[in-house]
């Protein structure tokens, strides 16, 4: 039984912060990990993935703004989410899948979180 669960999502105002964690447990294609957001009347976005070897992908949206990475402590996936904007709004999902070499492609990712709401307000 596979299981991604994410936290840390909520509100915030326009050019703050926020800390997404994703923890994992069962048989997990963690060759790839990453995050999803949805928003209604937006397609599906990859925001950004990392592989196992550390290699980080971040999308053009978010670029300079979200970062990656991985908590070796307790072995979880972070998201760290700088000088947030409105068009961030959406609910975001920790997802792993089988390598790529395209870290962005949404097709690689099987396995999904529940999702978190992150709402940014002007």
């Known amino acids: 039984q596979v299981q991604l669960a994410e936290s840390g999502g909520g509100s915030v105002q326009a050019g703050g912060s926020l800390r997404l964690s994703c923890a994992a447990s069962?048989?997990?294609?963690?060759?790839?990990m990453g995050w999803i957001r949805q928003a209604p009347g937006n397609e599906r976005e990859v925001v950004a993935a990392?592989?196992?070897?550390?290699?980080?992908a971040i999308a053009d949206s978010v670029l300079g703004r979200f970062t990656i990475s991985k908590d070796n402590v307790k072995n979880a996936l972070l998201l760290q989410m700088d000088s947030l904007k409105l068009e961030d709004t959406a609910v975001y999902y920790c997802?792993?899948?089988?390598?790529?070499?395209?870290?962005?492609?949404?097709?690689?990712?099987?396995?999904w979180g529940q999702g978190t709401q992150v709402t940014v307000s002007s």
């Open positions: 069962g048989k997990v294609p963690n060759a790839i």
């Open positions: 997802v792993a899948g089988h390598y790529t070499d395209f870290l962005l492609d949404p097709e690689a990712f099987d396995y």
């Open positions: 990392i592989d196992s070897d550390g290699r980080t």
